[in-house]
C-alpha cells in the first residue's frame, strides 16, 4: 500500500507541527502504522507507533519524546497523524512512516523489516 508523508517543514523551537501519512487503497482492519526518523549523521530511529485490531487500538512512544507527541488515526480518511509540540532543535530530521498490515506486538514496533511499506519522507527542520 503507497503511503504519502506530508507536512514537514521549518519551524521554530517551541511550535508545533503535524504529519500525515495518507495511505492510498482500502483500508485495514489489522495494522500497524510509525514514524521513524533519522537525523542528519544518525541512524533511523522510531519515533512512534499506532496499531489496531478490530475495535482495539494501542499507541507507543519513543520514551525521550513522550509528552511532545500524539498518534492518531482517522478511519475514513485512512491517514494517521503525528502531532508535536515543543519542537527543539534535535528534533530536526527526515521523518518516515511505515506500515504493516497486522498488529505488531509491542517489541516489533521498532524493528524496521516488520514494516512492509514505507513513504517517502518527510524533511522536519527545528532552528531560529
Known amino acids: 500500500v503507497p503511503l504519502q508523508a506530508s507536512g514537514g517543514g521549518l519551524v521554530q523551537p517551541g511550535n508545533s507541527l503535524r504529519l500525515s501519512c495518507e495511505a492510498s487503497?482500502?483500508?485495514?482492519?489489522?495494522?500497524?502504522v510509525a514514524w521513524f526518523r533519522q537525523g542528519p549523521g544518525k541512524e533511523r530511529e522510531f519515533v512512534a507507533g499506532?496499531?489496531?485490531?478490530?475495535?482495539?487500538?494501542?499507541?507507543h512512544y519513543l520514551d525521550s519524546m513522550k509528552g511532545r507527541l500524539t498518534i492518531s488515526r482517522d478511519k475514513a480518511k485512512n491517514t494517521v497523524y503525528l502531532q508535536m509540540s515543543s519542537l527543539m532543535p534535535e528534533d530536526t530530521a527526515v521523518y518516515y512512516c511505515?506500515?504493516?498490515?497486522?498488529?505488531?506486538?509491542?517489541?516489533?514496533?521498532?524493528?524496521?523489516?516488520?514494516?512492509?511499506?514505507w513513504g517517502q519522507g518527510t524533511q522536519v527542520t527545528v532552528s531560529s
Open positions: 511505515a506500515a504493516v498490515h497486522r498488529r505488531l506486538i509491542v517489541s516489533s514496533l521498532r524493528v524496521e523489516n516488520e514494516y512492509h511499506d
Open positions: 487503497g482500502r483500508a485495514f482492519s489489522s495494522a500497524t
Open positions: 499506532i496499531r489496531w485490531s478490530g475495535g482495539n487500538t494501542g499507541t
